[in-house]
């Protein structure tokens, strides 16, 4: 069974940096779909703050353009959120989305990572 495992997740000042990661195991055609990074912020709903296509094209939120990357090796199933010049307004739980092939809904999600910024 299709599993995404998140980790990197942990607090942190403003300004400095995180990296998370999520493995999917038993997703032998995980090249084949478009991945993301949602946030659940407190008091807030979730939102989509990174998403890259499985060719690599990648879109961002407007509130995280310019400090976070999100990347992916495929041949280790492996997907990556490089947060840099972390803002308090960045503190949530961040959860890794596997999309559905050829569609725009969730097929899969990770069990969450927590990040807290601290101003």
């Known amino acids: 069974q299709e599993q995404l495992v998140e980790s990197g997740g942990g607090a942190a000042q403003a300004g400095e940096s995180l990296r998370l990661s999520c493995t999917a195991s038993e997703s032998p055609l995980f090249n084949i779909y478009a991945m993301g990074w949602y946030r659940k912020a407190p008091g807030k709903q979730r939102e989509l703050v990174a998403h890259?296509?499985?060719?690599?094209?990648?879109d961002y939120a407007d509130s995280v353009k310019g400090r976070f990357t999100i990347s992916r090796d495929n041949a280790n199933r492996t997907l990556y959120l490089q947060m840099n010049s972390l803002e308090f307004e960045d503190t949530g739980i961040y959860y890794c989305a596997r999309f559905r092939a050829g569609g725009s809904s969730v097929g899969a999600w990770g069990q969450g990572t927590q990040v807290i910024i601290s101003s």
């Open positions: 890259i296509s499985s060719n690599g094209d990648t």
